[in-house]
């Protein structure tokens, strides 16, 4: 009698027990993943200090940046394997890692709402809407540091805060035809797989870029200015009117997350926020901009 195949993981390519919540994962490299489960910045979801959000003196066009995990050199090499070198392989991976950023999102956002409806019951806030881009609150602690954190308690599919559509940040003609597909645009579609969350592409690259890993902070924030447009495809705007009439009347502003890959210095991110947001106004709709990405470097 034949013993039963050992699996052999995607990442360390050892036969071992896979985790159970990343696939093709085995639990010892799920161990070593550096989720970003308490991020020393409230704004832009850094695990450690951040100057470039404390310097600054311009207000942001996002309420906050979530990210699944720090940047590490085993992250990179993640991304690596299915950004430049095809292993769609890793797909699903980075897609639940984005997952648990999200459900950890909404769990801090969730906890927010409670605290401002506590406080406009107790008569020391106005009454109206309650939105949460006022301020932060510090997010759930993590059950654990060694494994893939554990959903807070009341972060279900019920919770009261949830996302109403994802943006993915869209790429160039030139860098679609050289990776065949768009990164940011395959990890939203797990999550709003997962999530039940409509996803609409927005946005347009209005011209392309060179790889943004080799520039300054100066010529990434040049660079991304002028870098983005409102889709000009004629269904759109019918299609974002019917995706938020599909959610029923709101009290409260539209929660838009903008996703992408990786956040560095913000400016992808801001300059994707700044036309939504305007895009948003334009159609009557108050709207708040999140961002969430997989990794923070």
């Given at each position: 009698m034949l013993a039963?195949?050992?699996?052999?993981?995607?990442?360390?390519?050892?036969?071992?027990?896979?985790?159970?919540?990343?696939?093709?994962?085995?639990?010892?490299?799920?161990?070593?993943?550096?989720?970003?489960?308490r991020p020393r910045?409230?704004?832009?979801?850094?695990?450690?200090?951040?100057?470039?959000?404390?310097?600054?003196?311009?207000?942001?066009?996002?309420?906050?940046?979530?990210?699944?995990?720090?940047?590490?050199?085993?992250?990179?090499?993640?991304?690596?394997?299915?950004?430049?070198?095809?292993?769609?392989?890793?797909?699903?991976?980075?897609?639940?890692?984005?997952?648990?950023?999200?459900?950890?999102?909404?769990?801090?956002?969730?906890?927010?709402?409670?605290?401002?409806?506590?406080?406009?019951?107790?008569?020391?806030?106005?009454?109206?809407?309650?939105?949460?881009?006022?301020?932060?609150?510090?997010?759930?602690?993590?059950?654990?540091?060694?494994?893939?954190?554990?959903?807070?308690?009341?972060?279900?599919?019920?919770?009261?805060?949830?996302?109403?559509?994802?943006?993915?940040?869209?790429?160039?003609?030139?860098?679609?035809?050289?990776?065949?597909?768009?990164?940011?645009?395959?990890?939203?579609?797990?999550?709003?797989?997962?999530?039940?969350?409509?996803?609409?592409?927005?946005?347009?690259?209005?011209?392309?870029?060179?790889?943004?890993?080799?520039?300054?902070?100066?010529?990434?924030?040049?660079?991304?200015?002028?870098?983005?447009?409102?889709?000009?495809?004629?269904?759109?705007?019918?299609?974002?009117?019917?995706?938020?009439?599909?959610?029923?009347?709101?009290?409260?502003?539209?929660?838009?997350?903008?996703?992408?890959?990786?956040?560095?210095?913000?400016?992808?991110?801001?300059?994707?926020?700044?036309?939504?947001?305007?895009?948003?106004?334009?159609?009557?709709?108050?709207?708040?901009?999140?961002?969430l990405t997989w990794?923070?470097?």
């Amino acid at each position: 009698m034949l013993a039963p195949s050992v699996p052999i993981c995607l990442s360390c390519g050892k036969r071992a027990r896979l985790s159970s919540q990343l696939p093709a994962i085995c639990t010892a490299c799920a161990a070593a993943i550096p989720w970003i489960t308490r991020p020393r910045c409230r704004k832009c979801g850094r695990a450690t200090g951040c100057p470039d959000c404390s310097r600054s003196g311009e207000p942001s066009p996002i309420v906050c940046n979530r990210s699944a995990v720090a940047y590490s050199t085993e992250m990179r090499e993640w991304l690596g394997r299915y950004k430049y070198r095809g292993n769609e392989r890793y797909a699903p991976v980075l897609g639940a890692m984005l997952d648990t950023a999200y459900v950890m999102l909404m769990a801090e956002m969730e906890q927010l709402l409670q605290e401002q409806l506590l406080q406009v019951n107790a008569g020391s806030a106005p009454e109206g809407c309650i939105t949460t881009a006022h301020r932060l609150a510090p997010p759930p602690r993590s059950t654990s540091a060694d494994r893939t954190p554990t959903p807070p308690s009341g972060s279900t599919a019920a919770s009261r805060w949830q996302a109403d559509l994802l943006v993915p940040v869209p790429v160039s003609n030139a860098r679609l035809d050289e990776r065949g597909f768009n990164q940011a645009e395959r990890l939203a579609d797990v999550l709003s797989r997962r999530r039940g969350i409509p996803q609409l592409p927005l946005l347009v690259r209005t011209h392309h870029t060179a790889k943004q890993s080799f520039k300054s902070r100066a010529e990434r924030l040049a660079d991304m200015k002028f870098a983005f447009a409102a889709n000009p495809d004629p269904a759109m705007r019918p299609m974002l009117r019917v995706a938020v009439n599909a959610i029923g009347p709101l009290e409260r502003p539209l929660r838009i997350i903008i996703v992408d890959d990786i956040y560095t210095t913000g400016s992808t991110i801001r300059a994707c926020a700044q036309v939504v947001s305007r895009l948003a106004a334009e159609m009557g709709y108050d709207a708040e901009i999140y961002s969430l990405t997989w990794a923070r470097s």
